[in-house]
């Protein structure tokens, strides 16, 4: 069977390279860039391989903005077949994004199997998974580390606290993948070239009612460590010891 | 206020009681294997899921349940929680909150904080949210004054199948209750080399751990060792770092602890502003000082 796959790309704002403003702790956001979530990039390293060993067509959604070209043609180049910009996202909403994502995935229609990362970096909210399986009423095959699909039905394998186990479900389903899963592929200079002339398909979400929470603060955690930095190793060494017996007795 | 809890462990189940029972009546759902070891927590009425448990089935299964006469459905943050809480909040309308690690209620309203910006920034919010996923971790648990009244709920058929499962090996780490943490970071070099920190760990009667390359990436460490953001959180007495640099989604997961100690050949490395004692050098010259000064 061939599959039509569907991947959730994300993209966020570099955390790397956020700094907090050392007097007030406000993170410093202006003129930092957007980069494709890593797990998202995993997922497309997943739909990819799916493709090549099934046959079939890998398309992506991003919801996102007018600045989501680029992570858009970052997966035409790893072979995504199509993609899909819907902008109008305004963040921290996931309840929202799902609506809007499953939304454009009925409205594609015929899919076999929609893959995302199973918690993004910035947030790690995790939910976005069960909220599209949920919207989509289809099956969820959580946290994988490794994909087959035979015929209709599509194996997964994952890694919990106390088994490793093998679930399975008929398509469609959606699946979210774990870090661990594969090494996303650096496509070569061609692949990149070719990317860039490839269509996008832009589209513009509807504003809807859902209630976004009222942000009180966002400010960098304080510390309070002391610290008492030694680079004299044995007075170092005393300092620790104390502070150590201290807390064993 | 009244809450309904769900988590697949009897740890976490029983720090949310602790914490959520300070604020009304509670009660809770859990897995059946969990059910004895979380009756005495201050829960009123405690629910046991039979069967296998996928998200599907027991998000069905507390969607059965009244949860209009809820005011907030909490859940844990695990694997499987998390899955719910989406599910839940698809099927229901109703939006989520998620990782959060400190609550407070007042005038009607709820505030919650959690770690944002990948950890860099914690976000203090009041939201009208009807769910919400908690850090596991984020409360610790204490006996309440009576025994729940139980009742067993049977989980209905997944779509999911399972085919295969190969448990594993009951670890007795569990290093989220360790008083003592000795932690080791890509600074280590090589798996070969944690042998040579093991007088550290048997000196202070500590638990290892480590960063997410040492477990996750290199595989030098199990999983269940890994401090940091998609790790465990832990708060020991004492945390010792080696060689971990302190990227900000490793001090996330320790920023718990009480004395916090570093040991890291570069003295610009960021764990030495969130530590109290760090001590610039050789981790293979600084263990076996420290541990002959411990045991004298």
């Known amino acids: ?249 | 206020m009244k809450f309904l809890l769900f988590a697949d462990d009897a740890k976490s189940l029983s720090g949310l009681a602790t914490r959520f029972r300070e604020d009304g009546e509670v009660q809770a759902v859990t897995v059946e294997s969990e059910i004895e070891q979380c009756q005495n927590y201050g829960i009123k009425k405690l629910y046991g899921l039979k069967g296998k448990a996928f998200a599907d089935n027991v998000s069905l299964a507390i969607s059965g349940m009244d949860l209009q006469s809820y005011d907030l459905i909490v859940i844990s943050s695990s694997p499987l929680g998390r899955e719910v809480a989406g599910i839940l909040s698809g099927k229901l309308n109703f939006p989520c909150m998620t990782e959060v690690f400190e609550i407070s209620f007042s005038g009607g309203k709820m505030i919650t904080k959690r770690f944002f910006f990948g950890g860099k920034t914690i976000m203090q919010e009041e939201s009208s949210s009807k769910i919400i996923t908690v850090t596991p971790g984020s409360f610790d648990s204490s006996p309440g004054d009576n025994t729940a009244e139980k009742e067993t709920i049977d989980l209905g058929d997944s779509r999911v199948s399972l085919l295969e499962v190969k448990p594993k090996e009951k670890s007795s780490t569990n290093i989220e209750n360790a008083s003592i943490i000795v932690s080791v970071g890509r600074g280590i070099g090589k798996k070969e080399s944690i042998e040579s920190i093991m007088p550290l760990v048997e000196a202070t009667h500590g638990e290892l751990a480590g960063s997410r390359p040492v477990c996750l990436d290199y595989k030098w460490l199990s999983e269940e060792r890994q401090v940091g953001l998609s790790g465990k959180k832990v708060k020991p007495k004492v945390y010792i770092a080696l060689g971990i640099s302190g990227q900000i989604q490793h001090i996330a997961g320790m920023r718990g602890a009480k004395i916090v100690i570093a040991v890291n050949k570069d003295k610009d490395a960021p764990i030495f502003q969130e530590c109290d004692y760090g001590i610039v050098g050789d981790l293979f010259q600084v263990v076996p000082k420290l541990v002959e000064s411990l045991r004298k």
Request: net charge neutral.
């Open chain 1, 1 to 249: 069977m061939s599959l039509n796959i569907i991947v959730l790309v994300k993209q966020i704002i570099d955390i790397d390279q956020i700094r907090n403003d050392p007097k007030t702790g406000e993170p410093l956001l202006q003129n930092i860039p957007l980069r494709i979530e890593n797990l998202s990039k995993n997922a497309i390293e997943a739909a990819v391989q799916l493709k090549e060993k099934n046959g079939g067509k890998v398309v992506c959604i991003i919801f996102g903005t007018d600045r989501s070209n680029a992570a858009m043609k970052e997966a035409y180049a790893m072979g995504a077949d199509e993609g899909y910009i819907i902008t109008g996202y305004s963040g921290n909403n996931p309840y929202r994004t799902a609506k809007v994502i499953s939304g454009k995935i009925k409205a594609l229609g015929n899919n076999s199997v929609i893959i995302m990362g199973n918690q993004s970096a910035d947030s790690y909210t995790g939910i976005l998974p069960g909220l599209i399986s949920a919207m989509l009423d289809v099956p969820l095959l959580g946290n994988a580390v490794s994909i087959e699909a035979a015929g209709e039905v599509l194996k997964i394998r994952r890694v919990l606290d106390e088994s490793d186990e093998i679930i399975s479900s008929g398509a469609p389903c959606v699946i979210s993948v774990t870090q661990e899963i594969n090494q996303p592929r650096l496509p070569p200079v061609l692949q990149i070239m070719a990317a860039g002339r490839k269509p996008i398909n832009i589209e513009q979400a509807e504003s809807d009612g859902t209630p976004v929470p009222r942000v009180i603060s966002n400010l960098a955690p304080k510390s309070e460590r002391k610290r008492e930095i030694y680079e004299d190793i044995d007075k170092g060494v005393d300092a620790a010891s104390r502070a150590i017996r201290g807390e064993i007795r």
